[in-house]
């Protein structure tokens, strides 16, 4: 390692003697829980804190925004159909494209004489685009937070068990995971949702079937780690039983990285459910996730480009959202990072 | 080493035959059957089964299956009559290749070279702005970006062709699309790598023997970097599989993905089948390979008894 001299500053020595420790008395600084400083380090990444506040503020819309406007999201008005969208304010922008007018610089609103605003624009039935993104998105998200929780659940049980019973156990239940990350899983997730038919119960399980063998890995490797620790020892000299030791003591110090694989399944669940509707095997009319949004509207990309401008645009910002949060979560909570 | 190669080969072999059992159990219990036509007869969808041989028990039909998978022989597609799948798959797996290798020499190329850039201008603005590009290009969906590309250059500024097959320039955007995460994943993957290497004390003591600059990256620091990325090439195969399913929809590329598409939609089972078969077969061996080159190439991981997973 090289040194520069700035590097070489005096907190790297210590006074001894009893002028020493009085001035290290003096130096202490209160100490700061794991998490306190992980939160901190968080804080300072300015992509996860932006990854933060959008995927709160796109939470808050999958949540609110279906209701920010008097359309539902399967009402059909066949007069209002293929409107572009028109922000009220927004409007005199014309290059915004928020101004009521289609690609040929026609205003709809004028020439259909539709009073009132679609924030979006509508689809070919004369759905409010606004209020099915929204609902598109509560969906897609939900899909991902209940694979997601499902991964983690059975990865941590497989792979805590795996490693902390270790010897013939751990053998057999890591040929089990070998053959099976062999696999390509989204081969598997096609063909399991042509028997199951789509649905978001099917969907989620599919992905589950083969999503949790990663978590599961991590959590054997960092078990692994921590099981002839000292403190493991000392808890089970004091009585603790294997249900204890692993529920009070090893999964808990795994948290960092169980969270941080969690953040990286949930943009790759929403990625796979999209991918699904694309290849004609997503969530079926009337339920409409993001990603049968975004096929939808492919179909109509050239005459009404909105229909997938805005089912694309928040694609992709909760999937770059959710994966800067995690990069930052990787940075802040994995302890090897730790200056 | 032989052990161990010879348990990896056992390995890709067991998930071979898995996959293969899988896929057929699967496919028999459909709901949906291609000879659901009003028009047929009890009589006739009888001969049709039998034509098919799918009035046999399902065992004689699983052994019948393997035994045929063996030779090569991946049955009759029941969607363009008569015709079998290997010679279906034989027909449009070259365009996919194609696409692929452009997507992945492509992407490679400019993925090491932003990485690279990255890592020696670290913490500057190259360095963000080769990040920025690399979560962009792993964060946004693949067939979003082809849209997105189809839409702009395609059909508003009408530089390059928005579909079909028919020379060189067709293959641009496309390969545009696959190669987005190529050039994510590497770039990244090399940034790490390169920073992790320039920290070494080699580093250190080949610059104060005063070796050139140029030659100490090229030499010493990029020959080191660059052999973890052999296990990224899993990720990557997978990537460009399933991103070929969809950009080839997209484009309206006639490749080994969009018959895949439209032979789920039209439930031709033995075509699906043996697409899925392919794929997989071509995964697995990707597996085994860096798995290989992995411990033949890096001599500082060690291998432990039975054959289990080396660790770096």
């Known amino acids: 390692m090289r040194m520069d001299e700035a590097e070489l500053h005096d907190g790297l020595f210590e006074l001894s003697g009893e002028e020493g420790r009085k001035k290290q008395v003096r130096a202490s600084v209160p100490t700061t829980s794991y998490w306190k400083d992980s939160w901190g380090r968080l804080r300072k990444n300015k992509g996860a804190f932006a990854g933060l506040i959008m995927i709160g503020l796109i939470l808050f819309l999958a949540v609110a925004g279906p209701y920010m406007n008097s359309h539902g999201f399967d009402d059909q008005n066949l007069e209002h159909a293929n409107l572009p969208p028109k ?136 078990v692994l780690k921590l099981k002839n620790q000292e403190f493991v020892l000392a808890s089970r000299t004091l009585g603790a039983g294997d249900g204890r030791l692993m529920g009070g003591h090893l999964i808990p110090n795994t948290l960092g990285p169980i969270i941080i694989t969690t953040m990286f399944t949930i943009p790759s669940a929403i990625f796979t459910e999209a991918f699904l509707s694309f290849i004609g095997l997503g969530l079926q009319p009337p339920i409409a996730s993001l990603g049968t949004l975004v096929n939808d509207g492919f179909k109509m990309m050239k005459i009404y480009p909105h229909l997938l401008m805005f089912s694309s645009i928040i694609i992709s910002l909760i999937m770059v959202s959710f994966n800067l949060l995690g990069d930052g979560l990787r940075d802040s909570l994995d302890p090897k990072m730790r200056k | 080493m032989k052990k161990y190669i010879f348990s990896r080969f056992g390995y890709m072999l067991f998930t071979f035959l898995l996959i293969a059992t899988f896929t057929f159990f699967l496919m028999h219990t459909l709901p949906g059957s291609p000879f659901n036509d009003e028009r047929l007869s009890a009589a006739q969808k009888a001969m049709m089964a039998k034509r098919y041989g799918l009035d046999e028990p399902l065992a004689v039909q699983y052994f019948k299956y393997l035994g045929n998978l063996l030779a090569g022989d991946l049955g009759v597609s029941f969607q363009f009559d008569g015709r079998s799948v290997t010679s279906i798959i034989g027909e449009r797996i070259g365009v996919s290749a194609v696409l692929g290798a452009q997507s992945l020499i492509a992407g490679t190329v400019l993925g090491l070279l932003l990485g690279i850039v990255a890592a020696l201008k670290h913490n500057t603005f190259l360095d963000y702005g080769s990040m920025i590009i690399a979560v962009l290009g792993l964060s946004i969906p693949n067939f979003v970006f082809a849209g997105l590309l189809q839409y702009w250059v395609g059909v508003r500024l009408q530089w390059l062709p928005v579909a079909f097959w028919e020379g060189f320039e067709y293959s641009i955007l496309p390969t545009i699309a696959l190669a987005a995460f190529v050039v994510a994943t590497i770039a990244r993957f090399m940034r790490n790598e390169m920073l992790d290497v320039l920290g070494h004390d080699y580093i250190v003591t080949a610059r104060a023997k005063g070796i050139r600059e140029s030659l100490l990256i090229i030499r010493h620091a990029l020959r080191n970097a660059m052999i973890p990325i052999v296990t990224i090439l899993g990720p990557l195969a997978v990537s460009l599989m399933t991103g070929t399913l969809v950009v080839e929809q997209i484009f309206s590329i006639p490749g080994l993905g969009e018959q895949f598409v439209k032979s789920i939609l039209t439930n031709d089972y033995p075509v699906i089948m043996g697409v899925t078969l392919f794929y997989s077969f071509f995964f697995i061996l990707i597996v085994f390979v860096v798995d290989i080159l992995y411990v033949l190439i890096d001599p500082r991981i060690r291998l432990t008894g039975g054959g289990s997973r080396a660790n770096g």
Do not use: H
């Not at chain 1, 979006?120 to 937070?145: H, P, V």
């Not at chain 1, 659940?153 to 068990?161: H, K, P």
């Not at chain 1, 019973?165 to 696999?183: F, H, P, S, W």
């Not at chain 1, 589950?208 to 990663?214: F, L």
């Open chain 1, 87 to 222: 922000v009220p304010g927004l409007e005199k922008i014309s290059w915004l494209g928020m101004s009521g007018a289609d690609i040929r610089g026609v205003d709809q609103y004028e020439a259909k004489g539709v009073e009132g605003y679609y924030w979006f624009g509508t689809d070919s039935l004369g759905r409010d685009i606004w209020t099915r993104i929204w609902e598109g998105t509560r969906i897609s998200l939900y899909i991902a937070f209940l694979a997601a929780a499902l991964d983690l659940v059975i990865g941590v049980a497989y792979g805590s068990i795996s490693a902390y019973y270790g010897g013939r156990v751990d053998n057999v239940m890591q040929r089990i995971i070998e053959v099976l990350i062999g696999i390509p899983s989204l081969i598997i997730v096609i063909l399991l949702i042509l028997v199951l038919q789509p649905g978001i119960v099917s969907i989620t399980l599919a992905m589950v079937i083969t999503g949790w063998v990663n978590m599961a890995r991590i959590v054997r490797g960092q």
